[in-house]
């Protein structure tokens, strides 16, 4: 899980989820990969509050946060 409100990963420091977590939620949600995009959808709409509170303006990058949070996961390969 991240530190919040930053979104940082606890382990490693990097923006979550980082490489490592990502291995980790495929392997979590290897038989539900649907799940795992509703799971990313979730932390990626917390996120956005969180971030564009701390950066209020201009609020983060959109795109940005998509590609980091959903956006990998369409990629992915369980």
């Known amino acids: ?4 409100p ?6 490693c420091g990097a923006p979550w989820p980082c490489g490592p977590a ?6 979590e949600f290897r038989n539900e990969p649907s799940g795992l995009s509703v799971h990313l959808a979730g932390a990626l709409f917390e996120a956005i509050k969180d971030l564009y509170n701390l950066n209020f303006p201009p609020g983060p990058d959109m795109v940005a946060l998509f590609m980091r949070f959903v956006g990998w ?3 992915a390969k369980p």
């Open 1 to 4: 899980m991240p530190i919040r």
């Open 6 to 11: 930053i979104w940082l990963c606890r382990s």
């Open 22 to 27: 990502r291995l980790s939620l495929i392997d």
């Open 73 to 75: 996961a369409t990629r």
